[in-house]
């Protein structure tokens, strides 16, 4: 069976790619190939590969921008492809994430292990944050119900999955209405709009009827009319911060 469900290779030469592509065959179901770094992002946006082969240098949109552009992506096995061994290059490549940095020519048996050992990595670090996520979950509950909101209100849900997205994946949090409240009100068939005075609401309950020796354990002030209550976003970004910190 094939580790990998979709292979993007972006590769000037034919040759090249050509000879990825049998070294793969056996280990990818299917590839996408290009020369072009703008194609190659639309194909990554488009596809969603999990194996990405990108030649670190390409005319116009380079690898490193499309290693760029994936960055924020942990479940994608990259690996960056280089004529040049330069220490600049390399020093780069692991910076945005990559894997491996594979030098050519290329020589199968060590092409396959770097790519099937990149795969295990990946999978064992998924396992691993599997098991993280699910204590980061626990926390968040925790919190949530000393603070005092409700688990029956509409807020309560919304912002426990608010709160386990900036715990989890924090370069989502920005900017807060299109990757906090929109994808939210599309999962639970609602509007942004609802989404945001919906946590409001369980923000607000916790401020004027929730622990106040909690409120301020988490937030560091007092609940009162001078200081007022937190934003959404200030809510959330420190109280994931405060779970984050405890949990490490």
Known sequence: MARFRRTLIVEQKDDYVKQIKEMLREESASFLCTTDGGEALELYDRYHPDLVLVEAILPGYDGFELMEHMLPERDVVKIVLTAMNRKLIIKKAFELGAAYVIVKPYVKKYFVQRVLEAADTLKKRQNIRAESDQLIAGKISVALKRLGIPVNIKGYKLLREALLTACMEPA?????????????????????????????????????????????????????????????????????????SRYE
Do not use: Q, W
Request: charged letters at 25%.
């Open 172 to 244: 989502k949090m920005r900017p807060f209405n299109v990757n906090i409240y929109m994808p939210l009100a599309k999962k639970y068939g609602s509007t942004a709009k609802c989404v945001e005075r919906n946590i409001r609401h369980a923000i607000e309950t916790a401020a004027i009827r929730g622990d106040a020796e909690a409120f301020y354990e988490y937030f560091g002030y007092t609940i009162s009319s001078e200081k007022g209550k937190p934003t959404n976003g200030e809510f959330i970004a420190t109280l994931a911060e405060k779970i984050l």
